[in-house]
């Protein structure tokens, strides 16, 4: 793993453009954008920074829109989720970031 290179995509460009959006926010969307731009460099760092959320947890949509092998979660400051998951060949890793929420959603998403 030390030895492929570690990349952070986006699910979509329209998640990417949310990403952006936040740091020209109000204040709290601004931490927002500071907070998942720390988790960036983490994952590109250690992409299994997070913690592994079991299948049994995982929403029906995901699985049915990105073809899941695994899915993790990153906790962010103020109670955020960051949900991505990894995809890993001979070559690369790619941390595929799904999307972020507070966790009041994340609970309601995975059924907690």
Request: some cysteine.
């Amino acid at each position: 793993m030390k030895d492929k290179p570690i990349y952070v995509a986006f699910a979509s460009p329209k998640l990417e453009k949310d990403f952006e959006k936040l740091k020209e926010r109000k204040f709290e969307d601004k931490q927002l954008y500071s907070f998942i731009g720390r988790a960036i460099e983490d994952l590109k760092k250690n992409p299994r920074c997070g913690v592994k959320i079991p299948r049994k947890l995982w929403p029906k949509s995901y699985i049915a829109r990105y073809q899941l092998k695994n899915l993790w979660k990153y906790d962010l400051p103020d109670a955020w989720r960051l949900i991505y998951t990894i995809f890993e060949d001979k070559v690369v890793i790619i941390n595929l970031i799904l999307e972020w929420f507070p966790h009041k959603e994340y609970e309601r998403k995975f059924r907690y």
